[in-house]
């Protein structure tokens, strides 16, 4: 599966274009895209829970609560939705999966680490964009905890060095670094001169695989419309181009991203995101119950232990086991004193 973790949306977005550049990710590929809202404004203070204005177009994906890979229709009813009931599994089937992921601008860190909770509840991913040196270093080591993806403007002047340490530090507490191709395709949103976006994109993009040697990099679009997305074997040979190799740059739309939503999924679906508890299957609760009645029964030989060791515990199965040779042993020497 290919993901597309950064399709560009705001509020006043009309959502014919939004369906449109979704339609055609799907058409190049993507199953799974992510519908990015940035906010680069103060985040607000006061207490209470966050508002998620992204409408949910398609079923939840099958790691966060309530997807499932058989669901069609179940919508999420936290999230606005704009289309009618009648319509909405029609453009489903048309899409690829969508996540709602929120992009936090960071300045000053110092008045956003204790509202990141707050997002993580209100979205399925969280993202932080440092502009300054501080907030990168606290984006890599010092957030209450790590966000999905550290995403970083580099069609613009950093002003700052990205250090081995720091970076990967970062990726092992579990956070990834995002590489969205359209910076360097679209026109630059601030006017900057399309050459020198270029240029920056370029210095600053090998400046970051030098510090993380091409590892924990997710690559994503940051499309603003359906123009700015293109085929995954395009986005490989442009990245290959400039020093990432074409095998991590395929594992960055693949594993790489598909690692971000399973763990993101998790943290929300299981419990304090350590434990995740999931349903047992069918006839479980008789092969346990079966492979205690075998372990009580007489006359039982290898095969009884080998069909209850879906109930048994380690333990439980070595001592059946030395039971089962014991006894063959017993068997083989009434024979030979038959004999």
């Not at 890979?69 to 899409?95: D, E, G, H, K, M």
């Not at 270093?137 to 002003?159: N, R």
Request: proline content about 8%; some cysteine; glycine content about 10%.
């Amino acid at each position: 599966m290919l993901y597309d973790l950064n399709i560009a949306w705001s509020p006043g977005m009309p959502l014919s274009d939004l369906e449109r550049t979704l339609t055609f990710a799907k058409h190049l590929g993507y199953d799974v895209v992510a519908i990015n809202h940035t906010i680069s404004g103060p985040i607000p203070t006061q207490p209470g829970p966050i508002p998620n204005p992204i409408p949910q177009l398609t079923p939840p994906h099958p790691s966060y609560p309530g997807g499932s890979s058989s669901t069609t229709t179940n919508l999420s009813t936290t999230a606005p939705s704009v289309l009618p009931p009648s319509s909405r599994s029609n453009a489903a089937s048309n899409l690829p999966t969508t996540l709602r992921r929120v992009t936090l601008v960071i300045t000053d860190p110092s008045t956003t680490n204790y509202r990141l909770p707050d997002y993580t509840r209100s979205y399925d991913l969280l993202a932080v964009r440092p502009t300054t040196e501080k907030a990168f270093s606290w984006a890599c080591l010092q957030t209450t905890e790590p966000p999905a993806l550290i995403s970083l403007d580099l069609s613009t002047h950093l002003g700052w060095h990205i250090h081995h340490r720091t970076a990967m530090a970062a990726v092992g507490r579990g956070s990834r670094f995002e590489v969205c191709y359209s910076q360097v395709l679209s026109p630059s949103p601030t006017g900057m001169d399309a050459q020198r976006a270029r240029a920056n994109f370029i210095g600053n993009l090998q400046s970051l695989l030098r510090a993380t040697k091409g590892r924990g990099i997710v690559i994503s679009s940051e499309a603003r419309n359906a123009l700015g997305l293109r085929a995954p074997a395009d986005v490989v040979n442009l990245l290959a181009v400039w020093g990432l190799g074409p095998e991590k740059g395929m594992a960055g739309m693949r594993e790489g991203a598909r690692g971000v939503v399973v763990n993101e999924g998790v943290k929300r679906r299981g419990f304090r995101g350590v434990v995740d508890i999931v349903r047992p299957a069918e006839g479980g609760e008789q092969q346990q119950q079966h492979g205690l009645k075998r372990k009580s029964g007489e006359g039982e030989n290898k095969g009884g232990a080998g069909e209850s060791a879906a109930g048994m515990s380690k333990k439980q199965l070595k001592r059946m086991r030395k039971e089962a040779r014991e006894r063959e042993k017993q068997d083989q020497g009434q024979e030979k004193a038959s004999s």
